[in-house]
């Protein structure tokens, strides 16, 4: 349950807030589109949340259908049909932000997780040679992604011929 009505919250939360703020502007149709999506992919996931074990997963995968279809295809609403895509504002350095952002905090995630099961084992050489392993993993995948991956991507989005897709 803590997970489904996070998410539902999250999902219900942000376009209700951004459209909000949007009171007037013509782009404001688009948080509102994924509003109304999300009050209906809201259903299957409290009621999986809630229901039997056994409907959870089945329940989910509805929602994640509904979730996935809606942005597949513009969110559509009766009388106002689907958003076009070429109306969607991509900024791409925010996004490229925003990935470094997450990418970041997984990466300590992972480095908390090697040196919290390296602490709890005594000393050995095969401990100390999985904690460099692990430990110089996690380094080159961060400069990897931030003084590579990461910086391509804004600029892969700023050029890119349908940057919403």
Do not use: C, K, N
């Not at 039997?52 to 609403?77: F, H, I, K, M, N």
């Not at 904690?131 to 996690?138: Q, R, S």
């Amino acid at each position: 349950m803590p997970f489904a009505a996070a998410y539902v919250a999250v999902m219900l939360g942000r376009p209700l807030f951004v459209a909000i703020a949007l009171h007037g502007h013509p782009r404001r149709l688009v948080p509102l589109r994924l509003l109304a999506w999300s009050a209906v992919s809201a259903v299957p996931w409290l009621v999986g949340a809630i229901g039997p074990d056994d409907l959870r997963l089945p329940l989910w995968a509805v929602a994640l259908a509904v979730d996935y279809a809606g942005l597949l295809t513009g969110w559509p609403l009766p009388r106002l049909g689907p958003a076009p895509p070429s109306g969607w504002r991509i900024a791409g350095e925010h996004l490229a932000d925003r990935y470094q952002q997450i990418f970041l905090i997984a990466l300590g995630e992972s480095i908390l997780v090697i040196g919290l099961t390296y602490s709890g084992e005594g000393f050995s050489g095969r401990g100390a040679a999985a904690f460099t392993v692990a430990f110089v993993t996690t380094a080159l995948l961060w400069r990897i992604y931030f003084h590579r991956a990461g910086h391509l991507l804004a600029e892969a989005l700023r050029v890119a011929p349908r940057r919403a897709r």
